[in-house]
């Protein structure tokens, strides 16, 4: 079974300084990551996903995000936080098995201090 | 294209009442997803619908819950009787091609139901 988790409830982080947000799964196989984003009242937001080919994915607004086999990590950074990006932060993974299935972590809350 | 849309944006009902959420989703994806949000449980998949079929809907929690496609432009999600545990915010995501190819899903703003 697949599973995906989000250690931190929340992260804390000044303007202008650089912020991860981490993310660890559980799959069988090869996974597809996804991290979407979702402001107060609004739906989740997509950001980036990793599926194949580079470890390095870019995404939207300034994120990317590392994926890392040996760690089974995909961790969503960006190199100079905004207040605007204070929000909460879903990573979600499919495992490849044919089913249309996705689990979402139990998100982050990010806070971006002035 | 505007998105997905989702109607109400808010719902409050009394328990024992009909509550009918609305969803379109975007021209042209051939997936759609109704999900549930809660503090305890967080995103659960209830059911989803590839070219309007309904695929899988393991995740609906009773029989009280039934969801429909009748077109590619629209989707409901009925609850009757409604009762407060119901209460959530209700979600609905379309998508091109699905998970299963990689494809990203895009969710709708979702309906915030209050049963009381």
């Known amino acids: 079974a697949q599973s995906v988790a989000q250690p931190e409830d929340q992260v804390n982080v000044a303007e202008g300084n650089p912020l991860t947000v981490k993310c660890t799964y559980s799959v069988s196989g090869n996974p597809y990551l996804f991290w979407y984003v979702q402001y107060p009242n609004r739906g989740l937001q997509f950001l980036l996903k990793y599926i194949t080919g580079d470890n390095l994915v870019k995404g939207s607004y300034g994120f990317e995000a590392e994926f890392n086999k040996s760690q089974t990590s995909f961790h969503l950074k960006k190199p100079s936080a905004l207040v605007s990006d204070s929000a909460l932060y879903f990573c979600a993974v499919r495992d490849i098995g044919g089913y249309q299935k996705v689990t979402f972590g139990t998100g982050t809350k990010l806070q971006v201090i002035p | 294209d505007a998105g997905v849309i989702q109607s109400p944006r808010h719902e409050v009902t009394e328990m024992g009442q009909e509550v009918t959420l609305r969803c379109k989703p975007i021209s042209g994806h051939d997936y759609l997803f109704w999900y549930r949000q809660t503090m305890m449980r967080g995103l659960e998949l209830l059911i989803y619908?590839?070219?309007?079929?309904?695929?899988?809907d393991s995740g609906m929690p009773e029989d009280r819950f039934s969801a429909k496609m009748p077109n590619a432009s629209f989707s409901t999600l009925k609850i009757q009787p409604s009762e407060p545990r119901d209460s959530a915010v209700y979600f609905c995501?379309?998508?091109?091609?699905?998970?299963?190819?990689?494809?990203?899903?895009?969710f709708g703003q979702g309906t915030r139901l209050t049963v009381v």
């Open positions: 619908f590839n070219n309007n079929v309904p695929i899988d």
């Open positions: 995501a379309s998508s091109l091609g699905g998970w299963a190819l990689g494809s990203e899903a895009f």
